[in-house]
């Protein structure tokens, strides 16, 4: 059973900075995409950032290009999300996901962590 932890997020004032973090486990990936989605109160959850393992190639969503890095860990099936000068529309529960294929807009992904808080003060 293929299990994806996340952890890192919390309260910050705006302009702040912080990072996730989500880990794999259960499987082995292999040629595999992972990312991260988000979704606030009352909207529909949107693609953020995500990382194909072979290659590294990234893939951004327009709102956090510039702000927003996305990389892989040291160890296998791990991803970070750094995320800084956030902004109080970046309030969201924030879902890691994994694919054996593609982690990317309008497709469906594979696998989901159960979503972590992040909160923007203003």
């Known amino acids: 059973q293929v299990q994806l932890i996340e952890s890192g997020g919390g309260l910050v004032q705006d302009g702040g900075s912080l990072r996730l973090s989500c880990a794999a486990s259960?499987?082995?990936?292999?040629?595999?995409?992972m990312g991260w989605f988000r979704q606030a109160p009352g909207k529909e959850r949107e693609f953020v950032a995500s990382?194909?393992?072979?290659?590294?190639?990234?893939y951004y969503a327009d709102s956090v290009k510039g702000r927003f890095t996305i990389s892989r860990g040291g160890a296998i099936n791990t991803v970070y999300l750094q995320m800084n000068s956030l902004k109080p529309e970046d309030t969201a529960v924030y879902y890691c996901?994994?694919?054996?294929?593609?982690?990317?807009?309008?497709?469906?992904?594979?696998?989901w962590g159960q979503g972590t808080q992040v909160t923007v003060s203003s």
């Open positions: 996901a994994a694919d054996d294929v593609a982690v990317v807009p309008g497709r469906g992904v594979g696998y």
């Open positions: 259960g499987r082995t990936f292999i040629n595999y995409s």
């Open positions: 990382i194909h393992w072979s290659g590294g190639r990234t």
